[in-house]
């Protein structure tokens, strides 16, 4: 199976392309660029240079959410484009779990998974690494850095965190949550290749979805919504 996956829910943007659970290619970029200036340009060299095209992908997976709102919305849009396109169904992946997946080695530890959401709150989910599968323990949900620190000091096993809210937690935490490590810098911010992964799953488990069926999940309202709520709880 053939997939082309993208990452564009935070600070860095990536493509991968993965065949039959084997990383082929991968181009990642952190430079501060808009996400909807690289992620395309990304995939159309990346898959020239693999001297593959979009008619030989069998599912254009994409991190769906939770993350960055307008990030999420470039790579939803591009997923959906390019599924339109070439008539493919999309796997829409958990950003958090699809970070997960490249320390599922790590067997037995604790895999921390952090985005800033602002606001003293991460997006953040947690799991058990298996060596080759990842055991959920939480549900994808936005949390105070304060509630996910008293949760952690229930875990005796070694707590590894990773994603772009990972040095905001350690750093918060680290005194408080025995155990609590940073993922190594390389393995640390989310990547394609764990949105490939999690995307094969996915299709394997009949969780494919139409182009037009694809949304993204956010898992918190946005600044300009909550405001808007505030301003008519105000006037009542």
């Known amino acids: 199976m053939n997939i082309l996956a993208l990452e564009s829910s935070a600070i860095a943007c990536s493509a991968a392309l993965c065949r039959d ?11 501060g660029l808009t996400h909807s200036r690289t992620l395309l340009p990304m995939v159309n060299d990346m898959l020239k240079n693999c001297g593959q095209s979009l008619d030989q992908m069998d599912a254009i997976a994409v991190a769906a959410g939770p993350g960055s709102f307008t990030g999420l919305r470039i790579g939803v849009a591009a997923a959906k484009g390019l599924a339109w396109a070439g008539e493919k169904p999309c796997a829409p992946c958990s950003t958090l779990r699809s970070m997960a997946w490249p320390l599922a080695h790590l067997e037995g530890k604790i895999i921390v998974c952090a985005m800033d959401a602002r606001r003293q709150q991460v997006y953040n989910a947690l799991f058990l690494a298996r060596g080759e599968e990842l055991e959920r323990l939480s549900p994808d949900r936005a949390v105070s850095l304060e ?36 993922a190594p810098a390389h393995l640390r911010m989310q990547s394609a290749w764990g949105v490939a992964i999690e995307g094969e799953k996915l299709a394997y488990a009949g969780g494919l979805v139409s182009g037009a069926d694809l949304v993204p999940v956010y898992h918190r309202l946005s600044q300009a919504e909550r405001e808007r709520l505030e301003r008519e709880k105000g006037r009542e």
């Open 21 to 31: 659970g084997t990383l082929i290619a991968q181009s990642f970029q952190c430079s």
């Open 147 to 182: 509630e996910l620190g008293a949760e952690l000091k229930n875990f005796p096993e070694t707590k590894i965190v990773v994603g772009d809210g990972a040095q905001l937690c350690y750093n918060t935490l680290k005194e408080a949550v025995p155990g609590l490590t940073l």
